[in-house]
């Protein structure tokens, strides 16, 4: 079965850093584009950031571009996303997904709040 297991939110002051980290299993992470997306309260799902598998390129939605990078580890099938300078307007649930930027696979998802 697909599983992404993602992990690595928190409560964070506003100029923080997270890393978060997507741990994949069922498939091999090579084989597919990878991305994340988030769901901020109330809002509706807005892709984030997405990696294709067929030569690394990147997307990062223009609100992120800059301060996230996401970056694929295929020795542990984990994907992570790296989150310098969060604004409190980065808070919400962060999922990691297969295939962007159609997604036919995500996981459950981790909490990030931005707040002083």
Known sequence: DVQL?????????PGGSLRLSCAASGFTLDDFNMGWFRQAPGGEPEGISCRRNSDGST??????????????????????LLMDSLKPEDTGVYYCARACPNYDYWG????????S
């Open 108 to 115: 459950q998802g981790t909490l990030v709040t931005v707040s």
């Open 59 to 80: 997307y990062y939605l223009d609100s992120v571009k800059g301060r996230f990078t996401i970056s694929v580890d295929n020795a542990r099938n984990t994907v992570y």
């Open 5 to 13: 297991q993602a992990s690595g939110g928190g409560l964070v002051q």
